[in-house]
């Protein structure tokens, strides 16, 4: 940098205001992309703001939350007061999926009407959208019931609407992990490998987890669902990180 301060003092081509500006430009430039290790933390902070302002990003974050307070509750270790985050953080999930048929509706218009698609990814992504408009209703009138907001009556069984919107999700886990699949044959090397690996694997943390609360009395502890849980969004935070 000191060499090229002394370019821009003592070069001929300095007489000329355009060239300054050039050379003066580059030396800015250079002194940003070697910035004092200082700046690391700040630099951190933006990626980190941008990363999880974002609605995927921020469901991911709040999930890694959930379920790795879900692990430490089941090792004893401030069990009562994890247990009640992992709750809240849970219902606060339930909440944001309630816009989740209008994204719904829209992939559902998308699988119509887009020429592009071939038979098969056509075939999957009306799968993948009609198990969620299963999906939806069922979960909400679950959480709904649960919070005490519907109100109890033997016409409505709250299990039984746990059990059939985790089945829908995991035909709709299914479908979408087939198209990973697919594309992961078609791509080469590189960031969108990385991307969609990742996606698969959060995937099948997520397929497992469906499999366990679509059956009575599920297949894992609590602390299992925590690993499942806080693997998949790790896996889904490495996947968003590559895709930008």
Known sequence: NTTLCLQILLSPLSHHPQNTFTITKKYIMTSIQKSSPHSLPINLLKSSNSLFSSGSGFNLLIRLIQYTSKILAHQKIHEVQLAKLATLISDSRFVFRFWGMLDTFEELHAALTMRSLSPVNRALELVKAGSMIGYYPLEHLYWLKWRGVVPAGKWLDVDEFSYWSCRFWLIYIVA?????????????????????????????????????????????????????????????????????
């Not at 992990?177 to 078609?186: A, E």
């Not at 997520?206 to 806080?230: P, Q, R, T």
């Open 176 to 244: 979408d992990m087939i198209q990973d699949l697919m594309r992961l044959r078609s791509i080469p090397s590189g960031k969108p490998k990385i991307v969609y690996t990742m996606k698969w694997a959060k995937n099948l943390c997520d397929l497992l987890l469906a499999w366990h609360w679509s059956v009575k009395g599920g297949l894992f502890n609590e602390g299992e669902v925590g690993w499942l849980g806080s693997a998949g969004s790790v896996a889904g935070i490495i996947g968003l990180v590559n895709s930008r």
